[in-house]
C-alpha cells in the first residue's frame, strides 16, 4: 500500500469544465420503428474518477492528460452528424461517381434517405445515437488511458439538453485490452 493510501477510504474527483461540449446533429431510433427529425444538440460532457489511493504526488491521476483526451474525444464529435454504424435497421451507401451523391453519405431507414456531405459524417460503433451509448462511446475512448492509474471506476456523463443526460460508469479494469464497442 502506498503511504498516501487508506484502504478505509476512496476519492472521487469530478470534472466538468465548461470546454468539455460538442454540438452535433443526431436522430434516435425507437423500438417502434419510429425516428426522431434529424436535429442538433449542444452536449456537455463530465467525467466522474473514483479510486481508493493516490498516487506520490497525492493525485489520484494524471488529469492534464485526462482533460486533454476528453477535449480530444468532444472536437471529434463536433459539428458532426453522428450516425449509428451498428443498427440493424439502417443502410449505407456511398456516393458512387457521375451521381449527385459523388462525395456524399447516403443513409437509408425505412422510408427515410437522408444525404449527407460525407465529410461532415462521424459513423460511431454504436447501435443508436442515444446520450446512454454516447456515454458509453466516450467512456471507452478514456478509459485505457486510465489503466494502470489509481482511478478504478470511470463515470462519463452525456446531456443533451438541461435536465436530461445521462451516466455511464464501469471499472477501468474492463477496459484493459479491449476494444472501442
Known amino acids: 500500500m502506498h503511504p498516501m493510501s487508506d484502504p478505509r477510504e476512496h476519492y472521487t474527483v469530478h470534472l466538468a469544465k465548461e470546454d468539455f461540449k460538442f454540438s452535433a446533429a443526431h436522430f434516435t431510433l ?20 473514483t479510486g481508493e489511493g493516490l498516487d506520490g504526488y497525492g493525485l489520484l491521476c494524471d488529469f492534464v492528460a485526462v482533460k486533454g483526451a476528453i477535449r480530444d474525444a468532444c472536437e471529434r464529435l463536433d459539428t458532426r452528424t453522428l450516425v449509428p454504424r451498428d443498427s440493424p435497421e439502417l443502410v449505407f451507401h456511398r456516393g458512387e461517381a457521375g451521381h449527385e451523391e459523388e462525395d456524399g453519405m447516403v443513409v437509408t431507414y425505412r ?6 456531405p460525407a465529410r461532415d459524417v462521424l459513423v460511431l460503433p454504436v447501435v443508436n445515437t442515444s446520450i446512454e451509448l454516447l456515454a458509453r462511446w466516450l467512456w471507452h475512448e478514456l478509459a485505457p ?7 478504478s ?17 464501469a471499472p477501468v479494469a474492463q477496459a484493459a485490452g479491449e476494444q472501442n464497442p
Open 30 to 49: 425507437f423500438p417502434d420503428g419510429q425516428a426522431e427529425l434529424l436535429h442538433g444538440h449542444n452536449y456537455q460532457v463530465e467525467l466522474e474518477l
Open 111 to 116: 422510408d427515410r434517405r437522408y444525404v449527407f
Open 145 to 151: 488511458g486510465l489503466v494502470g492509474s489509481q482511478v
Open 153 to 169: 471506476v470511470l463515470g462519463v456523463s452525456v446531456a443533451e439538453t438541461a435536465g436530461q443526460s445521462c451516466w455511464y460508469r
